[in-house]
């Protein structure tokens, strides 16, 4: 089935646009940010994995990640973020490419939630992508009002993702979400319209 990407950068609205599309459209859909979770929470050869490579205090005894600590280590150290890139990534997309090549109904899209889309190279894979964008300034103010987080991990974790104006170069379609809810429902309908009529 036709398989859409979504990506963008962090704090620039995905997950809300996704879920406003997914209201208009007939799609399946797949979370990597909440598969990533659920690989980190579960996963025991994950757990050996970060334990080993990222730090030994990664998990508490209970076996629960500790997220705050894998953040700070991750955003000081790119080495490490990209060792943990390397760990989780390649579970991830084995499991959203499984069910992308699951038989659907005519015009039924597949919709991929994937932050780091172009970081992993998988923009092959996506018959259309979806750049949702907003200024560094918006994010990171999201950042730490929203997921209370400071200022310099806000820039660090910007600092370590593909600048927005290049992902915007490699899109099919630009969803700018810079202001109110207003805006991104009606770039969501127009899209939904868009594809409803391009796929049914």
């Not at 980190?40 to 005894?61: C, F, G, H, K, M």
């Not at 760990?87 to 932050?115: N, Y």
């Amino acid at each position: 089935m036709p398989t859409l990407g979504i990506t963008g950068g962090i704090a620039t609205g995905k997950t809300t646009f996704r879920r406003l599309l997914l209201d208009q459209i007939d799609a399946d859909f797949f979370d990597a940010d909440a598969c990533a979770r659920e690989l980190l929470d579960s996963n025991e050869t994950i757990r050996e994995q970060v334990l080993e490579s990222i730090s030994p205090a990664a998990y508490a005894a209970d076996g629960t990640p500790n997220r705050a600590l894998i953040r700070e280590i991750i955003y000081n150290d790119l080495a490490k973020k990209k060792t943990l890139e390397g760990i989780l990534h390649p579970a991830i997309r084995e499991r959203w490419t499984t069910r992308a090549q699951a038989p659907a109904p005519r015009g039924r899209l597949f919709v991929v939630d994937i932050p780091l889309l172009f970081e992993t190279r998988a923009e092959s894979l996506f018959d259309v992508i979806i750049v949702v964008a907003a200024t560094a300034e918006t994010q990171i103010d999201r950042i730490t009002r929203h997921r209370h987080l400071p200022a310099d991990i806000a820039r660090k974790i910007l600092a370590s993702q593909w600048s927005l104006s290049l992902k915007m170069q490699k899109a099919t379609h630009v969803v700018w979400n810079d202001s109110g809810p207003g805006p991104l429902e009606s770039q969501a309908a127009l899209l939904a319209a868009h594809f409803r009529l391009t796929h049914d």
